[in-house]
């Protein structure tokens, strides 16, 4: 079975400051897992994938992600928050590439 | 390239009546993806077309929903008669051939069909 948990369904960063989002995975294969995005009155949109490659994955605007086996954890962070990046942020695993499993999303404020 | 599109972007019907969703993939991918995000709760699979073939409905919650892909191109997903508990956001997703590679096995979103059953 495979399954996500995102700890911290609300999270509050001042502009500047270090953004992590916390993504826990349960999967008994290698999984791919995914960072995606959903700005306001808009839809998912891809941040990162780690796919068996590089266990640090770099995305866009700023964003990158840790594979961390032994931890099950595939962590978000950011080092300087933008008042752009508030958003909803979805942590995704899948074995297969077909079936997505998401976790309840996490809402970030950036505070000026 | 187009992105994955869906229409309507938001719809309001009451309990009972029935409401088509409609998605477009990217050109080319032969994986389509439903989901369904209940308010609050995570984003579940709903179902899995290649192409045409129905590859995995196992997410479907009951037989009131209804998808289709004919001709392997666009998607209508159907939901009659309507339930309360149908409100929520659905999303679609198309993907290439997975099997061409790890690296192919990112699902493109669409911006969603908001529905609120009354």
């Known amino acids: 079975a495979q399954s996500v948990t995102q700890l911290g369904s609300h999270v509050s960063v001042s502009e500047g400051a270090l953004v992590l989002l916390r993504c826990n995975y349960s999967?008994?294969?290698?999984?791919?897992l995914f960072w995606y995005v959903q700005y306001p009155n808009q839809g998912l949109q891809l941040l990162l994938k780690?796919?068996?490659?590089?266990?640090l994955v770099k995305g866009i605007n700023g964003f990158e992600a840790e594979f961390k086996k032994s931890e099950t954890s595939f962590h978000l962070t950011k080092p300087s928050a933008h008042m752009s990046d508030a958003a909803e942020y979805f942590c995704?695993?899948?074995?297969?590439?077909?079936?997505?499993?998401f976790g309840t999303g996490t809402s970030l404020t950036v505070i000026p | 390239e187009a992105g994955v599109t869906q229409f309507p972007s938001h719809s309001v019907i009451e309990k009972g009546q029935t409401v088509t969703l409609r998605c477009d993939p990217i050109?080319?991918?032969?994986?389509l993806y439903w989901y369904r995000r209940v308010m609050g709760k995570e984003i579940k699979f709903l179902l899995h077309?290649?192409?045409?073939?129905?590859?995995?409905e196992s997410g479907m919650p009951n037989n009131r929903f209804l998808a289709e892909r004919t001709g392997g191109t666009y998607s209508t997903l159907k939901v009659q008669p309507a339930e309360l508990e149908d409100s929520g956001v659905y999303f679609c997703?198309?993907?290439?051939?997975?099997?061409?590679?790890?690296?192919?096995?990112?699902?493109?979103f669409g911006p969603g069909t908001r529905l609120l059953v009354l």
């Open positions: 995704a695993v899948s074995s297969t590439g077909n079936q997505f499993y």
């Open positions: 050109s080319g991918h032969d994986n």
């Open positions: 780690y796919t068996s490659a590089a266990t």
């Open positions: 997703a198309s993907s290439q051939d997975i099997w061409s590679g790890r690296g192919k096995v990112t699902q493109y």
């Open positions: 077309f290649v192409k045409e073939s129905k590859q995995d």
């Open positions: 999967s008994s294969v290698p999984p791919y």
